[in-house]
């Protein structure tokens, strides 16, 4: 099998509704002949889901080595690099005992559950010369890729404002699709997941903010609970969030997300530039909208994605939409794993840890990320706006104060 470099050969650490799609996107690269990476372990605390993950990779070719425990994963020598798909509270402590052991890590999103915990890993990854990233797989995604561009492009003027709405049912928050993604019951755990909308959801939106317009520097929130009027349990975690994003030079963005809205899915985003206002008719990628210009022109916008696609110098697309590391046309864009981004994080972080290179996504960057999200946590403790600086800094972390308890970092 063709490949730009030897298959880095991996330890999955983690087999349940991500892990899963994560050995999917493995396997849908190496039948479209990228095989930059080797899953050659995996890891997870229950036989069955290893089982499933095992039998998937067999498919194609040696069946991986298996382990209940991560630590005995990290301690395989045939494992250069780990993927850690775990809850996120775990996160931060399977990381520093991956990098311990000397292996690369990729880690899915968030990096970490709060500051103070992105901040060990920053400083352990700092320590060695290996390769920390984070599979954000939004950004990755084709026609979020491309929007980017277009704004770096001044297609549609200088920007004002964007507006996001994120409307879902309870049951389940994530779609269920091909692979088998209902949330686990640990999203509704703030000490598991963070919150939510605030960082389960919310570092997804955290990531395409500052990917699209740069550093976000304030942040206002209101959390809320909306299902509580009907039933107290349904969800712990706050399923109601508002929040107001400032960049430098003016730029607002505002969202508002809820999980628990019965009979009324909707999710849609508008971005005002002075030349264009753009739509799109999903949360999570720019799709089915229109671009209106100011000279009363309209053009359809999955037309301008797909031309910025095509237009992509060959250099700079084998750098942002690698060939094989995702798939175009799909209208699967949910649930295909390549399509979804995850194959595009996945060849990144293969790339980085054979070149020596920094990753995308490094601790540094991801760590920022979870930082405005903690920041809505901050901004609803205090009841004001805050800066994102001081939630980096540690000046501010009341609001993270449970959570740091709940992984030992009171
Ligand atoms: N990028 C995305 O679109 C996306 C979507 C869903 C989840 N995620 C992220 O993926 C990560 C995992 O989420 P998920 O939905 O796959 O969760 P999940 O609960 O479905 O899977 C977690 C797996 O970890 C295993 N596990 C838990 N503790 C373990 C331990 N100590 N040792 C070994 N195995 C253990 C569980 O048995 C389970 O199979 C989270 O960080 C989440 O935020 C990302």
Partial sequence: MLSEFKPLRVGLVGCGGMGIRHARAVSGMRARGCAVVEIVAICDAEEGRREVVAGLIAKDGRRPAEYADPAALFADPNVEAVDIVLPTSLHHVMILEALAAGKHVLVEKPLALTVAACDLIVEAAGSTNLVVAVAENYRRIASNRAVAGLIREGAFGPLDAMYARNFASPEPPVKAGECPVAAPPWYRDRRSAGGYHVLEIGVHEADLQHFWFGPV??????????????????????????????????????????????????????????????????????????????????????????????????????????????????????????????????????????????????????????????????????????????????????????????????
């Fill in 217 to 410: 520097r304030s942040v206002e929130a209101r959390i809320g609970f909306f299902s509580r009027k009907r039933d107290n349990q349904a969800f712990p975690s706050e399923d109601l969030l508002t929040a107001s994003f400032g960049f430098d030079g003016g730029f607002t963005s505002h969202i508002d997300f809820c999980s628990t809205i019965r009979g009324y899915e909707t999710a849609d985003r508008l971005l005002i530039g002075r030349e264009a206002v753009v739509s799109s008719n999903a949360w999570h990628a720019w799709q089915g909208g229109e671009v209106r210009f100011e000279d009363g022109r309209r053009e359809a916008l999955d037309r301008m994605i797909a031309t910025w696609i095509d237009q992509l110098a060959p250099e700079h697309r084998a750098q942002v939409l690698p060939h094989g590391a995702w798939i175009e046309d799909s209208e699967a864009l949910a649930t295909e794993p390549l399509t979804y981004g995850v194959g595009l994080a996945i060849h990144d972080f293969a790339r980085a840890a054979r070149s020596g290179t920094q990753p995308e996504i490094n601790a540094e960057q991801a760590r920022r990320a979870v930082a405005t999200c903690c920041a809505m946590l901050e901004s609803a403790e205090l009841g004001t706006r805050v800066d994102v600086d001081d939630v980096l800094s540690g000046a501010l972390r009341a609001g993270q104060a449970p959570l740091n308890q709940a992984i030992g970092l009171a």
